[in-house]
T-cell receptor, first 114, second 112 residues
Framework: GAVVSQHPSRVICKSGTSVKIECRSLDFQATTMFWYRQFPKKSLMLMATSNEGSKATYEQGVEKDKFLINHASLTLSTLTVTSAHPEDSSFYIC??????????FGPGTRLTVL | GENVEQHPSTLSVQEGDSAVIKCTYSDSASNYFPWYKQELGKGPQLIIDIRSNVGEKKDQRIAVTLNKTAKHFSLHITETQPEDSAVYFCADSRGGGNKLTFGTGTQLKVEL
């Protein structure tokens, strides 16, 4: 069964609004989770590493004030896309990493900004 | 990892035939090499992985080989079935919870 869930699976919002995406580790505590972004027919692009109890680590070129990450518990990490614009429309996927370095991905969230 | 090249970008095979997808990595410190299958509209699913202390690993119809000297690793799917149709991604990592670097993906189509 699924070890990582995401909510919502699909969201449509107006330009300028903020959207929060939740990522839950269902079977194990996760001190580290990853957030990815994927454009149609493209590979996965790592956005940031979410660390429980501390600040997220962002990849080069990713605006930390635009993509707010909160990892307040060992089972929940959230990604908030602030003041969303059409160019933020994408497929956002989180992943939990195990002590063996395996990454298990959530089902993804399709964001469409009108 | 630093960079991972993946070939081919698309692959069509007849049902029952074998499919091979190849990846090349550049980071000599990489020691973990997973393969993911992604169906349309879904998150990637880990299907098999290999670590640098092993040259080959097999799980039913799926096998992965690793050549550390040449920095190559490959996914082999035998007796392909229509449900194997998906996008497959290779990746590498230095391990220890480090981030994955993904290949560009291969669209596999298994035709009846």
């Amino acid at each position: 069964g699924a070890v990582v869930s995401q909510h919502p699976s699909r969201v449509i919002c107006k330009s300028g609004t903020s959207v929060k995406i939740e990522c839950r580790s269902l079977d194990f505590q996760a001190t580290t989770m990853f957030w990815y972004r994927q454009f149609p027919k493209k590979s996965l692009m790592l956005m940031a590493t979410s660390n429980e109890g501390s600040k997220a680590t962002y990849e080069q070129g990713v605006e930390k004030d635009k993509f707010l990450i909160n990892h307040a518990s060992l089972t929940l990490s959230t990604l908030t896309v602030t003041s969303a614009h059409p160019e933020d429309s994408s497929f956002y996927i989180c992943a939990r990493v195990t002590s063996y370095n395996e990454q298990f991905f959530g089902p993804g969230t399709r964001l469409t900004v009108l | 990892g630093e960079n991972v090249e993946q070939h081919p970008s698309t692959l069509s095979v007849q049902e029952g035939d074998s499919a091979v997808i190849k990846c090349t990595y550049s980071d000599s410190a990489s020691n973990y090499f997973p393969w993911y299958k992604q169906e349309l509209g879904k998150g990637p699913q880990l299907i098999i992985d290999i670590r640098s202390n092993v040259g080959e690993k097999k799980d039913q119809r799926i096998a992965v080989t690793l050549n550390k000297t040449a920095k190559h690793f490959s996914l082999h799917i035998t007796e392909t079935q229509p449900e194997d149709s998906a996008v497959y991604f290779c990746a590498d990592s230095r391990g220890g919870g480090n981030k994955l670097t993904f290949g560009t993906g291969t669209q596999l189509k298994v035709e009846l």
